[in-house]
């Protein structure tokens, strides 16, 4: 069953923004378990772009991204999401989100492709 869903992505010119989406199904503890955003690029390996801890107070980000994407939460709404300003060609891919332990089934992801 679907655990993990993932929204938001789109097409948009270098610079623009994204606000991308993951709601986990309600079945699944959600609030004390940190979480996190990767991205796979063709023919890449997935990585981990930015991870938020339980309660939202603490954010660890890629150097790729830092200052430019902001992680957060609402663990009312069992969603985590990722907010990208000053998008870069180099940052298409699929997003996916997931437990940084213990990982769920992964989602279908969200593309999210730069290009002019």
């Known amino acids: 069953q679907v655990q993990l869903v993932e929204s938001g992505g789109g097409l948009v010119q270098p610079g623009g923004s994204l606000r991308l989406s993951c709601t986990a199904a309600s079945e699944i503890i959600f609030s004390p378990i940190i979480m996190g955003w990767y991205r796979q690029a063709p023919g890449k390996q997935r990585e981990l772009v930015a991870r938020?801890?339980?309660?939202?107070?603490?954010?660890i980000y890629a150097d790729s991204v830092k200052g430019r994407f902001t992680i957060s939460r609402d663990n009312a709404k069992k969603t985590v999401y990722l907010q990208m300003n000053t998008l870069k060609p180099e940052d298409t891919a699929v997003y996916y989100c997931?437990?940084?332990?213990?990982?769920?089934?992964w989602g279908q992801g969200t593309q999210v492709t730069v290009s002019s």
């Open positions: 997931n437990r940084i332990t213990n990982p769920l089934r």
């Open positions: 938020i801890s339980g309660g939202g107070g603490s954010t």
